[in-house]
């Protein structure tokens, strides 16, 4: 019989190392295998996620608290043109357009991309249009950035960012005392839009239902009726996989936040599961 990293090779069997989901690694190489004992299953590390090895699914706690989470796209807006408005993990630039836009703009000790009247960036990375790296069909997501709204965009429309095209996608916006998120068409409401100050936000796909914290606080736990089977689908159609700034799917001085954006991020993997305190730096895994 041979060892090799808790390997075990016998004349019948392959013996995967073992352990509970507590225990996986925190940042597996894809490919990698091992038996959770939690869910008793062999599981294989897909590109941000654990999968059951026999039939591909996730496995419960794909990613969670950051446990194996990767990141996809980072858009830092902030620094030299245009790296500011580049995403850093495939070097793609995104467009800015319409409306005002004013890149590198200092508010509240940070810079950022500010955007009012209708600006906007677009852009579609190719591992949005990637099986293996795209959301769709995951069940376990995080997209995260940090906005300071001057709470004068259009009203209760207004949009921080939308992927791929309503109502097949993902849609944030509010404004006017309340926040919508959009899960394929379907509205789930909660609390009071922040302004005037820096505000983190983060949806988190978490198996079947969506967790949606504002500064690190949980809002909202839910898939508001809408199909488990349901994912996010970013390339499914359009032009641009990702708008920030501005509604995808109207015209853009229709549905429009005014606005600083800074540090975007695109994970695969629920890297919060309870409430957190926000990074100001994102680790690029």
Known sequence: MATLLN????????????GTTAQRPANPAPGSMRFNTSVGIAEVYDYGSWRDLANGAESSGSGINGSGASTILYIP???????????????????????????????????????SGGGYLDIRPPQFETAQTTLNGRRYWTIEWWCWNFGTGTGSSATQLEMNNYPHGILYRGQSG???????????SWGSVTTGVW????????????KVFNNGTQVADTMNAVASSQFADPYLQGTSALRIGASNHTASTGQHTNG????????????????FTPADVYPIT
Do not use: E, M
């Not at 390997?7 to 073992?18: K, Y």
């Open 7 to 18: 390997t075990r090779i016998t004349d019948q069997t392959l013996v995967l190392p073992s």
């Open 77 to 115: 807006f902030f620094g030299s043109s245009p790296n500011d408005i580049t995403d850093q993990i495939s070097g793609t630039v995104g467009t800015a357009a319409g409306g005002s836009i004013t890149r590198n703009y200092l508010q509240g000790d940070y810079t950022g991309f500010y955007v």
């Open 178 to 188: 309340s926040v919508d998120h959009y899960w394929r068409g379907s509205p789930i």
């Open 199 to 210: 505000c983190h936000y983060a949806l988190v796909g978490y198996g079947t239902t969506i």
């Open 260 to 275: 600083v954006f800074r540090k975007f991020r695109v994970s695969l993997g629920a890297r919060y599961a309870a409430a």
